[in-house]
C-alpha cells in the first residue's frame, strides 16, 4: 500500500483530465491493464484510481466488459476535483467558469438575503472586518501573495455560513471554486477584487442591518461586476 499514497493523485489527475476534457470519450472502454501499462503502475494503484472516478460517477466497471467512460450526467459535478480539472482545461474552462458564473447568481444573492435574516452577531462583526480589509487591500495591496483572494473567499463563503441554509453553507466548496479558477488561470492574479470592494462593504453594511431586500440587490450587483 506504500505505492499508493506517491502514485495515486497524479494518476487520478491525469485520467480525470482526459475524461473532462473528451480525451478519453464519453463510452470508451478500456480494463486495468491498460492504465498498468499506461502509468507503470501496480494493479493495486490502478484499482483504486478506478474506485476513485467510480466514485465520482466517471467511470463504471463490469466483469465481463471492463471498464466505460461514463455520460457527463453521471459525475459528480460538484465535487472540488471535478471542477478543478474542467477549470484547469482549455477546452473545458470556459464552460466550467460559465457553468459556476450561473450557479452564483442563482445562490449567492439568496444567500445574501437570508443572512441579513440569521447571521449572528459575530458573523456580521466578521463580515464588516473583510469588507473593510478589502477596501485597504484595494488601495495598498499585500505583500503577502493572495491575501486579496484568500480574503475574498473568507467573505463570500461566511455569508453562505450566515445564509443559516447548511445545504447552501453545504455548497460553497463548489460556488467559489470559479475565484480559486481566476487566480489560477485569469490574468488578474494579484487583483481578485478591482472594482467591487465598496459593493463588499455596502453588502456587510446591509447585512449587519439586516435589510434583506437591499443585501441581495448588492449580491446581485456584485456578481454581475465580476462578470463584466
Request: net charge neutral.
Amino acid at each position: 500500500m506504500a505505492e499508493t499514497t506517491p502514485l495515486l493523485g497524479p494518476v487520478v489527475d491525469q485520467l480525470g483530465t482526459d475524461i473532462v476534457s473528451g480525451d478519453m470519450a464519453e463510452g470508451t472502454r478500456f480494463r486495468l491493464g491498460d492504465i498498468e501499462k499506461r502509468f507503470g503502475i501496480s494493479r493495486t494503484v490502478a484499482r483504486e484510481a478506478m474506485r476513485t472516478l467510480e466514485h465520482l460517477g466517471m467511470v463504471s466497471s463490469g466483469r465481463r466488459v471492463g471498464l466505460k467512460v461514463l455520460p457527463r450526467g453521471s459525475w459528480a459535478v460538484y465535487d472540488p476535483a471535478v471542477i478543478s480539472w474542467r477549470l484547469g482545461h482549455d477546452r473545458t474552462r470556459v464552460e466550467q467558469v460559465a457553468r459556476l458564473n450561473e450557479l452564483r447568481l442563482g445562490i449567492e444573492p439568496v444567500a445574501a438575503q437570508l443572512a441579513a435574516r440569521n447571521a449572528s452577531p459575530q458573523q456580521r462583526r466578521e463580515l464588516l472586518r473583510l469588507a473593510g480589509r478589502l477596501s485597504e487591500l484595494e488601495t495598498t495591496p499585500s505583500p503577502r501573495v493572495g491575501e486579496e483572494l484568500e480574503t475574498d473567499l473568507q467573505f463570500h463563503t461566511l455569508i453562505l455560513e450566515a445564509s443559516g441554509n447548511e445545504m447552501i453553507a453545504a455548497l460553497a466548496p463548489a460556488l467559489l471554486a470559479i475565484l480559486k479558477g481566476k487566480s489560477v488561470f485569469g490574468s488578474r492574479k494579484r487583483d481578485p477584487i478591482r472594482g467591487t470592494t465598496q459593493l463588499h462593504m455596502d453588502l456587510a453594511r446591509e447585512i449587519d442591518a439586516g435589510e434583506a431586500e437591499a443585501a441581495e440587490r448588492t449580491s446581485r450587483a456584485i456578481l454581475d461586476r465580476a462578470r463584466a
